[in-house]
C-alpha cells in the first residue's frame, strides 16, 4: 500500500467520520486504541459454505472509518454465494484481528454468524450483503468474550426483498457496532433487533442508519441494552426517506434497562424525511428495576440478586429465544 493512501486512512481515522448525520457528531464512546498502532494477527474461521477468493474493490463513499481500517490491513475480501442455511465462525485470539467478507444471497436462507473474542486487543469485521429480488434472509448473529469489538454490517436489498436480523452480544467488552440498510428495491423490508448484555464496566456504542429508496419500502430497529455497574451504553437510529420512498414506513424503538445508578445511557433516535407520503415514528425509554417486580419476585422465594438477574434476562428474552440460546447458556 502506498504512503499517500496509508496517510489518508490515517486522516480518515483521525476526522472520526462514523456517521454523515451531524445529530451523531457529538455523541459517541471513544476508541482507546489508535488500530494503527497494532500488528496484525491471524483469526480462526469456520464456514460450511465455499468462498470465492477474488480482489473486491469497494467504494469509499460506502463506510466509515472502521471499515477504512479494514481495507488497510486486509486488501482481499471473502466472497460467499449463499443459496441455503450457512454458517459462520469466527475466533479473534491475541493481536489484532481484521477479516472483510462480501456475502450474496440469492435463495432463501438462514445464516448462523458465531464470533468469539478471547482478548483484550481490537477485533474489526466489515460484512457487505446484497440480497437479491424477492430473498428472505435471515441473519442471526452472537458475540461473546472480552476485548474491543468493532463491527460494520452493509445490507442492500433488491425488489421484494426480506432481511430479519437478530444479534446478542455478551461479555466484557468495548463494543461497537454499525448496522446499515439501503431499500433499494420496491417492497424492500429490513427489521432489526440488536440486544446487548455486557458485564460490569464495559461499554456499547450502537448504531443503525436506515435508508429507504423505493417506493413501499420498509425498515425498522429495535436496540435494547441491560447496563450494569460502570457501564456506558449509546443507541442511535436514524431513518432516512428519500424522495423515491413514497408510502414508506419505518419504526425506531430504543430501550435501555439500567441496574446501576453508577451506569449511564443516550437514546439518540433521528428521521430524515425528503417527503410527507410515508409512515414513520419513534420511542426510547431507559428504565431501573422496578422495585414492584422485585416484591412479587422475591415474595416467591427469590433471593433479591436472582430477581434482578431473571428481570435482565427477560429484557432480551425475544432475541436470546431467536438465536437459541436457552437459560442455561446465558
Known amino acids: 500500500m502506498s504512503t499517500t493512501l496509508k496517510d489518508k486512512l490515517k486522516e480518515a481515522f483521525e476526522k472520526f467520520p462514523y456517521e454523515t448525520h451531524q445529530l451523531f457528531l457529538r455523541n459517541y464512546i471513544p476508541l482507546t486504541i489508535d488500530p494503527f498502532s497494532l500488528s496484525y494477527s491471524n483469526v480462526l474461521e469456520s464456514y460450511n459454505v465455499s468462498f470465492v477468493e477474488s480482489e473486491i474493490k469497494l467504494s469509499e463513499d460506502m463506510f466509515d472509518k472502521n471499515a477504512f481500517l479494514n481495507l488497510y490491513f486486509s486488501q482481499r475480501a471473502k466472497r460467499f454465494v449463499l443459496l441455503s442455511d450457512s454458517r459462520f465462525e469466527r475466533v479473534f485470539g491475541s493481536g489484532a484481528g481484521f477479516l472483510s467478507k462480501i456475502v450474496e444471497v440469492e435463495k432463501d436462507s438462514t445464516l448462523y454468524d458465531s464470533l468469539s473474542l478471547n482478548s483484550t486487543d481490537l477485533a474489526s469485521e466489515v460484512v457487505v450483503f446484497f440480497i437479491k429480488k424477492g430473498v428472505k434472509f435471515n441473519h442471526l448473529k452472537k458475540v461473546e468474550g472480552i476485548g474491543n469489538f468493532l463491527y460494520n454490517a452493509y445490507y442492500f436489498l433488491e425488489d421484494e426483498a426480506s432481511v430479519s436480523v437478530n444479534s446478542f452480544i455478551s461479555g466484557k467488552m468495548y463494543a461497537r457496532e454499525r448496522i446499515y440498510s439501503f431499500n433499494q428495491g420496491f417492497l424492500s423490508s429490513f427489521n432489526a433487533k440488536l440486544g446487548y448484555d455486557l458485564d460490569e464496566a464495559s461499554s456499547t456504542d450502537s448504531t443503525v442508519i ?13 436496540q435494547k441494552s441491560v447496563v450494569r455497574k460502570y457501564s456506558k451504553t449509546i443507541h442511535k437510529g436514524l431513518v432516512i426517506n428519500t424522495a423515491k420512498g413514497v408510502e414508506g414506513n419505518s419504526y ?79
Open 210 to 222: 436506515m435508508k429507504l429508496m423505493a417506493s413501499k419500502s420498509s425498515a425498522n430497529s429495535y
Open 252 to 330: 425506531i424503538e430504543q430501550k435501555a434497562l439500567l441496574l446501576s445508578k453508577d451506569s449511564s445511557v443516550q437514546n439518540i433516535p433521528g428521521m430524515e424525511l425528503e417527503i410527507n407520503d410515508i409512515y414513520a415514528k419513534h420511542s426510547a425509554a431507559v428504565f431501573p428495576i422496578d422495585e414492584d417486580q422485585l416484591f412479587y419476585l422475591m415474595s416467591r422465594g427469590l433471593s433479591r440478586e436472582n430477581s434482578i438477574k431473571l428481570l435482565a434476562k427477560n429484557m432480551l428474552s425475544d432475541i436470546r429465544e431467536a438465536l437459541g440460546i436457552t437459560n442455561e447458556q446465558y
